[in-house]
């Protein structure tokens, strides 16, 4: 057998291994084992075996993903997710479909302090959502869109699915950070009027009259309340922009500052430990994720497959943009099936590659990936940030929330839609 046709068994192995339901860091180490035993022989695969799983996480870098997770713990637990709801609420909340639009921009405002979509999702779902029924918004628009805006923490940086495609790919996380800021912004909005538009459309949406319109010196004062956002933000992001300090650095700021806001907050030392647990065992499971990914990457390299790959889809001379398109489909169906993190592992070594040899800029392939992550998040069967809502909140229908997802999923692809046939969305900061 050669080895390229080892390379073809291996990815059907994983997919084989994965619709088997076993977890995806165990198929790709059980599978990459396998594949340097088969073309290596029992000397070469110990010898790769005995310093790949090292080597691949032994690295100083690698510290911003723990970083990142424990700063979006510390933001919690200082209610940085209720603040950035009231403000947003003061200032949109009396329009139509004003309180959803403020849970997306609570989301956005939630998002630049924390890399997690599931926690934007968790966090502000426990405030938002039971206000929005009493309110009179039916469960689609009340739990819908703060279930797709709590994607936008692995968008708007600091994003933890982009650390792990940096990772993944070497590209710079700075540059990857300056390059999401713009699709971001961009995305709250979309949501945001999409949201107007379909309650002045079907006004049943919203049965109850509307919150009455804030003054102005209610505004400043929900605005003033959620200072902290701003300056975690701008703290993180601006360190990374300016070059005063690198990913890492930044993420140690912010969690350092995180960690003080939630200390001026009283009763938070139980939530603060829980934080320091939790972002432990997310920390262990990437890492596995990252040691497996390691071990599959090198035994395919081994392969050619994704040289041949790579060559074969340049020689179809399909535009950059053409090529995009089409790989939205599969990244749409993986969404349906596995998180994020497992996505990118599993599919960068072969895709990549691809990417590179047509000249698709690597920010804007990582922005584009992020995208279907986000649609991937509130697809079935997974949709994970569906049943996080579901969850936080007793009473929800998850067949309701499913339903209110979908106008966000067509403005998502949309939004794809407008980086490929505009890359300067993407680029043109950098």
């Given amino acids: 057998m050669t080895p390229l046709e080892i390379g073809y068994l291996m990815v059907a192995g994983v997919i084989v291994l994965l619709a088997l339901g076993i977890p995806v860091a165990l198929s790709l180490l059980a599978v990459g084992a396998s594949g340097l035993f088969a073309i290596r022989g029992v000397r070469g695969t110990e010898f790769l075996l005995e310093s790949l799983p090292y080597t691949s996480v032994a690295n100083l870098a690698l510290i911003v993903i723990p970083l990142f997770i ?6 919690f637990s200082a209610g940085l997710s209720d603040k950035a709801y009231k403000a947003a609420k003061a200032w949109v909340g009396h329009i139509a479909g004003g309180l959803p639009i403020a849970t997306v921009f609570a989301c956005a405002g939630f998002a630049t302090v924390c890399g997690s979509s599931v926690a934007t999702a968790a966090t502000i779902s426990k405030v938002t959502v039971p206000e929005m029924l009493r ?42 950070f300056i390059g999401a800021l713009i699709p971001g912004i961009l995305t709250a909005i979309v949501y945001a009027f999409g949201i107007y538009f379909m309650v002045r459309r079907d006004p049943e949406l919203v049965k ?11 505004r400043a004062k ?7 956002v701003v300056v975690l933000f701008l703290v993180v992001i601006g360190c990374i922009y300016t070059g005063v300090a690198t990913a890492t650095e930044a993420a140690g700021i912010g969690a350092a500052l995180a960690l003080v806001f939630a200390l001026l907050r009283k009763g938070q030392k139980g939530t603060i430990w829980k934080g320091l647990v939790e972002t ?35 020689g179809l001379n399909l535009s950059p943009a053409v090529l995009l398109l089409l790989l939205i489909v599969p990244y749409l169906i993986l969404g349906c099936l596995i998180d994020g993190i497992s996505m ?68 998502e692809l949309g939004l794809i839609g407008l980086m490929i046939a505009f890359p300067q969305i ?4 950098l």
Avoid: C
């Fill in 70 to 75: 424990l700063m979006g713990h510390f933001a």
């Fill in 135 to 176: 309110a009179g918004y039916n469960q689609r628009l009340a739990a819908g869109p703060v279930a797709i805006a709590g994607a936008l923490g692995i968008l708007i940086p600091p994003s933890g699915i982009l650390v792990i495609y940096s990772i993944a790919t070497n590209v710079s996380v700075s540059d990857l």
């Fill in 280 to 314: 432990g065992s997310s920390t262990a499971s990437i890492f596995l994720l990252m040691i497996a990914s390691a071990v599959f990457s090198v035994a395919l390299g081994t392969t050619q497959l994704p040289t041949v790959l790579a060559e074969a889809v340049t």
């Fill in 208 to 218: 109850r009259t509307r919150i009455p319109k804030a003054t102005w010196g209610e």
């Fill in 426 to 429: 993407v680029t043109g900061v």
């Fill in 222 to 228: 929900a605005t003033a309340a959620a200072w902290e």
């Fill in 344 to 411: 990118i592992f599993i599919t960068m070594p072969v895709v990549f590659p691809i990417i590179e040899a047509a000249g698709i800029h690597p920010v804007l392939f990582g922005i584009f990936v992020t995208k279907l992550v986000e649609v991937g998040a509130v697809t079935p069967p997974v949709g994970i940030n569906v049943f996080v809502v579901q969850g936080s909140v007793p009473g929800l229908k998850l067949g309701e929330i499913f339903r209110g997802v979908i106008p966000f999923i067509l403005m």
